[in-house]
């Protein structure tokens, strides 16, 4: 199993980023995928996650209506598109595989990619 997150980098507040983490060595669609994210000095905090079918998505309440999580299971990837970029949102984004969606979380995590810098800065 094999995640490996591409799209970081350094914006400006107000702008816009697409994560994405191509996904291999298992059945991509059997799986919820979710993005996590850790800033310097802070624990790694949940921040979206989709379910195998696309049709449930959860946010954390930071970033809802700001970033969008999809799927395109055709291409075994997943994205994250982070609009309305703040200065907090600064960490390093990390995909993760999971058995599913359950109270609004992302659990039975057993994989993780090697994460992606996001730096929101002027």
């Known amino acids: 199993v094999q995640l490996v997150e591409s799209g970081g980098g350094l914006v400006q507040p107000g702008g816009s980023l697409r994560l994405s983490c191509a996904a291999s060595g298992f059945t991509f669609s059997m799986y919820a995928m979710g993005w996590f994210r850790q800033a310097p000095g802070k624990e790694r905090e949940f921040v979206a996650a989709?379910?195998?079918?696309?049709?449930?998505?959860y946010y954390t309440d930071s970033v809802k209506g700001r970033f969008t999580i999809s799927r395109d299971n055709a291409k075994n990837t997943v994205y994250l598109q982070m609009n309305s970029l703040k200065p907090e949102d600064t960490a390093v984004y990390y995909c993760a595989r999971g058995s599913g969606l359950s109270y609004s979380r992302l659990y039975g995590i057993d994989y993780w990619g090697k994460g992606t810098l996001v730096t929101v800065s002027s």
């Open positions: 989709i379910a195998w079918s696309t049709d449930d998505t």
